[in-house]
């Protein structure tokens, strides 16, 4: 057998053992009694009985070693700033949080929700919170505020912290506006607001309210709060991720497995070691943020590149630029940033002294063998494609070269990593197949790996009926995701099975973006579907049915509801949610039953064959989905 294949074989045959070496990594105030407790399938309770601490571990523990050793850069080329914390400055700065955070009357098990921009305030909240207990829960900078109060009122947070201001490409968002309409809009309101005040953007404040960042900080500048030790199995964070209805579901995540899961694949996914240096280019508000721009790297004793603006500002080779300055070991960014700067020269990247550099893992889409093959000739160095959900919080499938070095396969992101029990499932029959390259289900047999979603945060019941109970007459993780498999292992990922998409790496579900639009005041009914995009991997597009027959067939009425209907969706979700084109037809594609033809409109949109049209109740419909498109195009 192979170093890699005994030690893939250990984490699933003898796996208490093989989770209990792991567990090794990290500090333990108690240690666990027992490693995985799966008496209530498919709930798996990780180090059961050990107590410990997400913080302790990314900081506190590395201070008497590597208490000068750079911890966190913050580089945003928004506001041309650089600003580096080492362990012990990172130390003091989240302490003075905490101890903020507890005066604002913040208790463990608590929530924090964070809505910030890509700076060193939004980590520091982050390790605030976990450090005194309390549930962190991030929304993405980018939504808006419809978005954020659904968040809010799911995650009844105690407080929530965010900034005057975002920035992008040197236009400034502000973010004070779209957070009081959120509250507005929510149910739930928040004991306290905390402010950071980047002098981007005027803020009114709410009195009795809101506070700024730098008063509390002031307050607390000699703040010293040791970790809370908690349960292995107490919640560090929940993030919310789209699924195939309108309503997201809230991640959550454990602490004790979720550290050593981190703590395992710094070895043997990324080669990495303490004191080398780690540049994702994911945002704080998606889980690769959370596990590879945040703690991994912490957990890991390394410098975590943390960074503000586009991957072409003020030129395309800013990134590189940064990995020569900063020595950067470890790069991992998604491929639609790759193909973006695939448009420019790739002097851009190669101009820079790249040899600090490891390896580049990309993630979150489809890699396509024209960008892995472009990105691995501008900067030669491997290109490792790796495959995983917000739900699992760290790699489902790559190649774990720390363990043993494996050849890549260029449109395959790998073998299933260590502690998932990966198989492919037909679909229909529930049956797993095992001949080579046989299409089907990608689905996990329970129990899921340390660091993976406990549940979905306030509903079990979701967390069962969605995941776990799509695929007929078994108990097993569906990823909703299709795939194959070849001889020797290797996965290809051939899309998903739902209504979800992937816009540029970024989950979305048609269904939240049809809801949006039908709360529209001229919109009667709307469908959704993703469609390939050469640049986004896919992109969202609309076709509506207006309230008025009159606008179907008017192109100047088109154009300025299809704007009218984008900023609604802008307003309520955030850009990255707006459809890319929105058509406008008189009826949509349906079964006889009423139920939507997506895939027929969305191959018609990719001019695809349609397939089966016999349950179709008014073929014409297609005809005129075909007829908007085209008149649009002119
Ligand atoms: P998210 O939870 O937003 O990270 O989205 C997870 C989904 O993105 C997966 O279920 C896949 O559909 C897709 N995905 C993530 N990584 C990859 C990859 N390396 N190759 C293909 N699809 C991917």
């Known amino acids: 057998m192979s170093r890699f294949a005994d030690f893939y074989d250990r984490s699933i045959n003898d796996r208490d053992a093989f989770w209990a070496e792991q567990a090794q990594r990290i500090d333990w105030h108690v240690p666990p009694q027992q490693i995985c407790d799966y008496s209530n399938p498919p709930f798996a309770r990780w180090f059961v009985g050990g107590q410990t601490n997400l913080c302790h571990n990314a900081i506190d523990r590395h201070v008497a070693e590597r208490g000068d050793q750079a911890a966190l850069i913050a580089v945003s080329t928004e506001t ?168 997201p579901k809230g991640v959550q995540r454990d602490t004790g497995g979720y550290t050593v899961a981190l703590a395992a694949s710094l070895p043997a996914i990324f080669d990495a070691k303490p004191g080398q240096t780690f540049f994702c280019t994911s945002d704080i508000g998606w889980v690769v943020g959370h596990s590879y721009i945040i703690y991994a790297p912490l957990i890991g004793g390394m410098a975590t590149l943390m960074y503000e603006g586009l991957p072409v500002r003020p030129d395309p080779g800013i990134w590189w630029s940064l990995v020569e300055k900063y020595k950067v070991t470890h790069m991992f960014s998604a491929p639609t940033a790759i193909r973006v700067l695939k448009k420019h020269d790739p002097e851009y990247l190669s101009k820079y002294d790249l040899s600090s550099l490891q390896a580049l893992w990309l993630a979150g889409e ?107 007459g078994r108990q097993i993780y569906s990823t909703f995701d299709w795939g194959v498999r070849d001889k020797d292992g290797y996965y290809f990922i051939l899309g998903r099975t739902d209504d979800v998409i992937n816009v540029a790496g970024h989950r979305l579900g048609t269904r939240e973006i049809e809801e949006s639009i039908s709360g529209h005041p001229d919109i009667a009914e709307v469908a959704v579907v993703g ?94 989905v075909v007829a908007a498109m085209a008149a649009a195009e002119r």
């Open 80 to 247: 041309n700033t650089e600003r580096s914390y080492s362990y012990a400055e990172l130390h003091r700065e989240v302490q003075r949080m905490a101890a903020a955070l507890l005066a604002l009357g913040v208790k463990k098990g608590d929530r924090v929700q964070i809505y910030m921009p890509m700076i060193a305030e939004a980590a520091i909240a982050m390790l605030a919170s976990v450090r005194i207990g309390a549930i962190h829960s991030v929304v993405f900078g980018g939504f808006a505020s419809g978005s954020l109060a659904t968040r809010i009122d799911d995650a009844q947070p105690t407080v929530i912290i965010s900034a005057d201001a975002g920035s992008r490409a040197g236009k400034v968002v502000p973010y004070k506006p779209l957070l009081d309409e959120a509250i507005a809009l929510a149910s739930h309101q928040p004991q306290a607001v905390l402010m950071v005040d980047r002098g981007l953007a005027p803020m009114q404040l709410v009195p009795g309210r809101d506070h700024l960042w730098a008063d509390l900080r002031a307050q607390h500048l000699d703040g010293q709060v040791p970790c809370e030790w908690v349960d292995a199995t107490h919640p560090s964070y929940t993030l919310y991720t789209s699924g195939t209805t309108g309503k």
């Open 366 to 472: 489809p890699l396509d063998e024209p960008t892995a093959a472009w990105i691995s000739g501008a900067i030669q160095r491997p290109i490792i494609d790796n495959y995983w959900q917000t739900e699992t919080g760290w790699p489902i499938l790559t190649l774990c070269n720390g363990v043993e070095p494996q050849p890549s396969r260029f449109g395959s992101p790998g073998k299933a990593v260590f502690g998932y029990n990966v198989k492919l499932i037909d679909g229909d029959t529930g049956a797993e197949l095992l001949e080579p390259m046989q299409k089907g289900v990608i689905a996990i047999e329970g129990p899921l790996p340390p660091g993976c979603l406990m549940t979905v945060w306030r509903d079990d019941q979701r967390f069962v009926n969605t995941y776990w109970k799509s695929i007929p």
């Open 531 to 624: 469609v390939a995009d050469a640049l986004k991997g896919q992109v969202a597009l609309a076709f509506a049915v207006p309230r008025s027959n009159a606008v179907a067939g008017d192109l100047a009425a088109c154009s300025a509801m299809e704007k009218s209907v984008c900023n609604h969706v802008d307003a309520q979700l955030g850009a990255v949610a707006r459809p890319a084109r929105v058509y406008f037809v008189a009826s949509l594609p349906k079964t006889r039953s009423g139920k939507l033809l997506r895939r027929a409109l969305q191959a018609v949109a990719e001019k695809r064959d349609t397939g089966d049209l016999s349950t179709m109740e008014d073929p014409a419909a297609l005809q005129q």
